[in-house]
C-alpha cells in the first residue's frame, strides 16, 4: 500500500504542479516546461508533515535547518521567485508540488496533521 501512496503522491505532484503554468502559459508559444521537479517538492513536502523535526541540510554546510522552518522559506521563496519570472526555473510548479504533497499527506491520514503538531511540541 505504501508504493501505491507514494506513486500517487509522485504522480499526482506532476499534474498539481502543471496545472497553474499550464494555464497561465497555453498561449506562449515560447514556453516549454519538461521534467519531475514539482513532483519531487510534493515527496519532500510530504516528508515534512510526516517528520517536521527532520533537518535538511545543504552541500558544504554543516549545520541542519529545521524542514519545517525549510519549508515555510522554500514557499516564501518559489512564490516570490515565480512572481518575478526572471529565470528559467518552474518556482510555480515547485510552489504548487509543495502545496499539493502537504494536502496529500494530510488527506491520505488525518492523523498526519496531529502528528505534526504534536512533533513540534504545539497542543490544541
Do not use: C
Not at 491520514?109 to 505534526?116: D, G, L, T
Amino acid at each position: 500500500m505504501a508504493i501505491l501512496y507514494f506513486l500517487l503522491l509522485y504522480v499526482g505532484g506532476v499534474f498539481f504542479s502543471s496545472i497553474y503554468d499550464y494555464f497561465k502559459q497555453q498561449n506562449n508559444v515560447y514556453y516549454s516546461a519538461v521534467g519531475a521537479s514539482g513532483a519531487v517538492a510534493a515527496v519532500v513536502f510530504a516528508s515534512i508533515i510526516l517528520y517536521p523535526q527532520g533537518k535538511i541540510f545543504f552541500f558544504f554546510i554543516p549545520i541542519g535547518i529545521p524542514s519545517w522552518i525549510f519549508g515555510i522559506l522554500y514557499l516564501v521563496y518559489s512564490a516570490y521567485m515565480g512572481k518575478r519570472s526572471k529565470d528559467n526555473i518552474g518556482h510555480n510548479a515547485h510552489f504548487w508540488g509543495a502545496v499539493f504533497g502537504v494536502i496529500f499527506t494530510m488527506a491520505v491520514n488525518s492523523e498526519n496533521v496531529s502528528r505534526f503538531y504534536e512533533q513540534l511540541g504545539v497542543s490544541f
